[in-house]
């Protein structure tokens, strides 16, 4: 399970470093992709592995479904750890997320999350009481 906050900044050929603690589950491969809200998601192997397998029985008759799969597949990518610890993101992720100097990276559960510095701090909890109002709906409380 990934979890914590890390602050970095990402270099100009587009390399950031990956927090020790989540190079650890990571490995020397992940996968990267688009994720909502204007990040990254990172997935380790295993992880990228199994969601492959839930996508497999997926109907493409479903508009909404083509596009989802077009949107989260088309801009995955595999990331190497490099001896620095670092990977390369591409460029066309680093656009989609507006990686340009300082990101952060974040633990998520089963994921990783990389985002903008500007756009992190952009995201509000005021509303966490009632979000947690619909997860325990949902059956999920702590």
């Not at 990267?32 to 990228?48: A, Q, S």
């Not at 799969?69 to 989609?96: H, M, W």
């Not at 340009?100 to 005021?126: P, Q």
């Amino acid at each position: 399970m990934f979890m914590g906050e890390y602050n970095h900044s990402i270099d100009a050929k587009g390399r950031v470093i990956v927090p020790s603690k989540f190079r650890e589950q990571l490995k020397d491969e992940f996968v990267i992709t688009k994720g909502f809200d204007g990040c990254l998601y990172g997935y380790t192997m295993e992880e990228w592995a199994n969601i492959e397998e839930k996508f497999k029985t997926v109907t493409l008759t479903s508009k909404d479904a083509r596009k989802f799969l077009r949107f989260f597949f088309s801009g995955a990518a595999t990331c190497e750890v490099d001896k620095q610890g670092r990977i390369l993101i591409p460029t066309n992720l680093r656009e989609y997320a507006g990686l340009e100097k300082d990101i952060v990276t974040a633990g998520v559960f089963s994921r990783i999350e990389i985002w903008a510095k500007d756009r992190w701090l952009e995201n509000t909890y005021d509303d966490m009481d009632e979000i947690a109002e619909h997860m325990a709906e949902l059956g999920l409380s702590i």
